[in-house]
T-cell receptor, first 112, second 113 residues
Framework: DTAVSQTPKYLVTQMGNDKSIKCEQN?????MYWYKQDSKKFLKIMFS???????INETVPNRFSPKSPDKAHLNLHINSLELGDSAVYFC???????????FGSGTRLTVV | KQEVTQIPAALSVPEGENLVLNCSFT??????LQWFRQDPGKGLTSLLL?????REQTSGRLNASLDKSSGRSTLYIAASQPGDSATYLC????????????FGTGTQLKVEL
């Protein structure tokens, strides 16, 4: 009964391709996030959606486009993948952050 | 801009030792601080959440303290076990809205038999 689930867990693709990562939470939280963990294991926020509305959009290439069809889902679409996009992408959710964050298990993206 | 630092970056201890992991943050205007563990190739598991009005939280062998005015938190692990081996991350949630959780640099812990 996973709280925040991401698919796929692993994604290997060639440069120039377009790919999507899906995230779903069953916690009833209003806010969902995408974080990127780089090769040095540092986690940095990319996007945040509150009840389907974009509220945080960090300095991320516009090849990355989040989409939230409803408050339980937040997908990440990446166009024209580059080698530097290789990283682990984590989805998370919270109820205004006060009760803490819950993270998914991550999607390891490898661009070759 | 909030910066979160964790010391040490890596730590190796024999089984059974008590140990302390440190987390410091530059801006004391925080809502709360959360400690996570990350196992290799896995996601983040929440360990403890301390609200800004609290001084400490305990869960089993783990105890986390928070000194907001000095910008510090510590995670105390009692009687360490090999299963505690993981990377430990602290993260702060700033006040002022935005829900932008800022992570520390992490401490990689290895507990040896």
């Amino acid at each position: 009964d996973t709280a925040v689930s991401q698919t796929p867990k692993y994604l290997v693709t060639q440069m120039g391709n377009d790919k999507s990562i899906k995230c779903e939470q069953n916690l009833g939280h209003d806010t969902m996030y995408w974080y990127k963990q780089d090769s040095k294991k540092f986690l940095k926020i990319m996007f945040s959606y509150n009840n389907k509305e974009l509220i945080i959009n960090e300095t991320v290439p516009n090849r990355f486009s989040p989409k939230s069809p409803d408050k339980a889902h937040l997908n990440l679409h990446i166009n024209s993948l580059e080698l530097g996009d290789s990283a682990v992408y984590f989805c998370a959710s919270s109820q205004d952050g006060y009760y803490g964050y819950t993270f998914g298990s991550g999607t390891r993206l490898t661009v070759v | 801009k909030q910066e979160v630092t964790q010391i040490p970056a890596a730590l190796s201890v024999p089984e059974g030792e008590n140990l302390v992991l440190n987390c410091s943050f530059t801006d004391s205007a925080i809502y709360n601080l959360q400690w996570f563990r990350q196992d290799p190739g896995k996601g983040l598991t929440s360990l403890l959440l301390i609200q800004s009005s609290q001084r400490e939280q305990t869960s089993g062998r783990l105890n986390a303290s928070l000194d907001k005015s000095s910008g510090r938190s510590t995670l105390y692990i009692a009687a360490s076990q090999p299963g505690d081996s993981a990377t430990y991350l602290c993260a702060v949630l700033p006040t002022g809205g935005g829900n932008k959780l800022t992570f520390g640099t992490g401490t990689q812990l290895k507990v040896e038999l």
